[in-house]
T-cell receptor, first 111, second 116 residues
Framework: GQNIDQPTEMTATEGAIVQINCTYQ??????LFWYQQHAGEAPTFLSY????GLEEKGRFSSFLSRSKGYSYLLLKELQMKDSASYLC????????????FGTGTRLTVIP | GAVVSQHPSWVICKSGTSVKIECRSL??????MFWYRQFPKQSLMLMAT?????????EQGVEKDKFLINHASLTLSTLTVTSAHPEDSSFYIC????????????FGDGTRLSIL
């Protein structure tokens, strides 16, 4: 099976940097995805890691360590519109390469 | 690119009604489409995976006779909730994937289903 853990809620200040952690346990790891989901809307793709290291995309970066079963999403220069849930999802080849989602981290950006 | 359209976005109907939700990939051919359900403040739970021209693969605990999935073409999958009851009220989201497993899933806007 899959076990994906992320903090339930986080609060950060506009303009700051925030790091959202995700730990996972899976038997057939085949990539990790981060999605952003605003309330009542569908998730939108942010980043993908399959090899160890940092992937940077504008204000968002994602890091992966496969040996530690650990990833983080880093958001820089926070804006109010970044208030949303951030979903960590692991692709498992033993699960037909389906995505398995964590419960999501609800980020609130305050002025 | 990679736009997925889901329709309808909101459904309110009486208990016992069957409801059909459509998921279309607008600018790419989706080899695989997925159907998820999300309850308030919870994460997405995969219901089933469908590949064009073959039967859907349902996750454990999901009744295939209640949630009928048809994947008639590379751009269209439908989910029919048969004889819906209030406990079926939820946010249903489809996603589509193009090509191999290195590609991300692209999500539709979701359908909010309310059964009275």
């Amino acid at each position: 099976g899959q076990n994906i853990d992320q903090p339930t809620e986080m609060t950060a200040t506009e303009g700051a940097i925030v790091q959202i952690n995700c730990t996972y346990q899976t038997s057939g790891f085949n990539g990790l995805f981060w999605y952003q989901q605003h309330a009542g809307e569908a998730p939108t793709f942010l980043s993908y890691n399959v090899l160890d290291g940092l992937e940077e995309k504008g204000r968002f970066s994602s890091f992966l360590s496969r040996s530690k079963g650990y990833s983080y999403l880093l958001l820089k220069e926070l804006q109010m519109k970044d208030s949303a849930s951030y979903l960590c999802a692991v692709r498992d080849r033993t699960g037909a390469n389906n995505l398995f989602f964590g419960t999501g981290t609800r980020l609130t950006v305050i002025p | 690119g990679a736009v997925v359209s889901q329709h309808p976005s909101w459904v309110i109907c009486k208990s016992g009604t069957s409801v059909k939700i459509e998921c279309r990939s607008l600018d790419f051919q989706a080899t695989t489409m997925f159907w998820y359900r999300q309850f308030p403040k919870q994460s997405l739970m995969l219901m089933a995976t469908s590949n064009e021209g073959s039967k859907a693969t349902y996750e454990q605990g999901v009744e295939k006779d209640k949630f009928l999935i048809n994947h008639a073409s590379l751009t269209l999958s439908t989910l029919t909730v048969t004889s819906a009851h209030p406990e079926d009220s939820s946010f249903y989201i489809c996603s589509a994937m193009q090509g191999n497993s290195n590609q991300p899933q692209h999500f539709g806007d979701g359908t909010r289903l309310s059964i009275l």
